[in-house]
């Protein structure tokens, strides 16, 4: 009996896998179509940039005013979203370094060489988007496909099982 129930564990484990593989890539989906929206994660518009750094955009060749935490396009490839399957969640991050300041409204006073303003409003681009949070319609369509394929797949298990006694 160890056995099956072994085998029915990998079942469950294996589709769970499948839902936070699809869960992670719904989330990156939402948070980069929101990031080229210039939308936070819960759908706000970002604030309007300072005069400083519209004038420093200006000054590189870069638009003025939009669009907002997008010159070179680095900081949005760099969102990565991804099932941690060790504690059956996801970690939202990027690879650089300066991503989570910016999007909590933090800077370090300098940019290149020269010191800036530092009053900078968050723009809180990584993190769960509220359209795919707990309780979400989204999320929980998802969810439902990943109980109908383990439900399937157990009772198919279980069918087995019992042809077998």
Do not use: C
């Not at 939009?66 to 969640?89: A, C, N, Q, W």
């Not at 020269?114 to 998802?142: A, C, H, T, W």
């Amino acid at each position: 009996m160890a056995n099956k129930t072994t085998k029915l564990k990998r079942i469950v484990d294996s589709e769970y896998e499948k839902y936070l593989s699809r869960l992670s890539f719904e989330i990156r989906k939402e948070i980069l179509n929101n990031f080229d929206q210039q939308k936070d994660i819960n759908g706000k518009k970002f604030k309007r940039l300072a005069k400083s750094t519209r004038l420093d955009r200006v000054r590189n060749n870069f638009p003025a005013a939009s669009p907002i935490l997008r010159r070179t396009g680095k900081l949005r490839d760099s969102i990565k979203v991804e099932p941690d399957l060790s504690t059956k969640s996801l970690k939202i991050e990027s690879s650089l370094e300066y991503a989570d300041d910016l999007s909590k409204g933090n800077h370090s006073g300098v940019w290149g060489r020269q010191s800036i303003n530092v009053d900078m409003p968050e723009r809180n681009f990584l993190g769960e988007p509220k359209s795919l949070r707990y309780g979400s319609k989204k999320r929980n369509d998802i969810f439902s496909k990943f109980n109908e394929n383990v439900i399937s797949k157990l009772q198919s298990e279980i069918d087995d099982i019992i042809k077998k006694l």
